[in-house]
């Protein structure tokens, strides 16, 4: 079946830190990947996405490629403000089944 | 994309009774969802909304406890019934656009139940 699977958190960083959040993932076929974030009493954002292998998707600062070598698509940003201080969620869509698969999520704190 | 709003944004209501959480869409979309996500957990799907039919749910849940419309393209509802504290979540409509495969997500309804 399709599965996601995501570092456990939380992450704790000092601002301006180098981050990675690591997701790994099992699936049929080739699925579409992404990335969601969800602030603080929020609903969840896209992120960023790639949908073939070796693409990389980007989006304010953060970036992830599609590895299907290493089937992983981890999440990195070279530099964290406490403004990033959510949780992350790595996803994937099989087109086959239509549905979105969710990992449990990474909450990330961003210290001053 | 699609702008996503839900209402109501939270509510506390009573064992034993129901809401109706209401889900509108900017734009016509192919598939509409609903998810649930308990306290510090991820994201479980409920059902998908089918416009005209009945919503196709996922394994846990039943018709009879998350009664689900979807007369257009645009609007959705989900109703929790008889309700009990362990449907306090948060509940969150989401939508994919015809031709790519994002997803996006509503605001979320927070239900307490005491």
């Not at chain 1, 995501?6 to 690591?22: D, H, K, R, W, Y």
């Not at chain 1, 896209?46 to 590895?67: C, H, I, P, Q, V």
């Not at chain 1, 403000?81 to 994937?92: G, P, R």
């Not at chain 2, 308990?38 to 018709?63: C, D, H, R, W």
């Amino acid at each position: 079946g399709n599965s996601v699977t995501q570092m456990e958190g939380p992450v704790t960083l000092s601002e301006e830190a180098f981050l990675t959040i690591n997701c790994t993932y099992t699936a049929t076929g080739y699925p579409s990947l992404f990335w969601y974030v969800q602030y603080p009493g929020e609903g969840l954002q896209l992120l960023l996405k790639a949908t073939k292998a070796d693409d990389k998707g980007s989006n304010k600062g953060f970036e992830a490629t599609y590895r299907k070598e290493t089937t992983s698509f981890h999440l990195e940003k070279g530099s964290v403000q406490v403004s990033d201080s959510a949780v992350y969620f790595c996803a994937l869509l099989n087109t086959g089944f239509q549905k979105l698969v969710f990992g449990t999520g990474t909450r990330l704190l961003v210290s001053p | 994309s699609a702008v996503i709003s839900q209402k109501p944004s939270r509510d506390i209501c009573q064992r034993g009774t129901s809401l109706t959480i209401q889900c509108q869409v900017d734009s016509q979309v192919t598939m509409m969802f609903w998810y649930r996500q308990q306290p510090g957990q991820s994201l479980t799907l409920i059902a998908t909304a089918n416009q005209g039919s009945e919503a196709t749910y996922e394994s846990g849940f039943v018709i009879d406890k998350f009664p689900i419309s979807r007369p257009n393209l645009t609007f959705s509802t989900l109703t929790v019934s008889n309700m009990s504290p362990e449907d306090s979540s948060i509940y969150l409509c989401s939508v994919r656009t015809s031709g790519d495969y994002e997803q996006y997500f509503g605001p979320g309804t927070r239900l307490t139940v005491t």
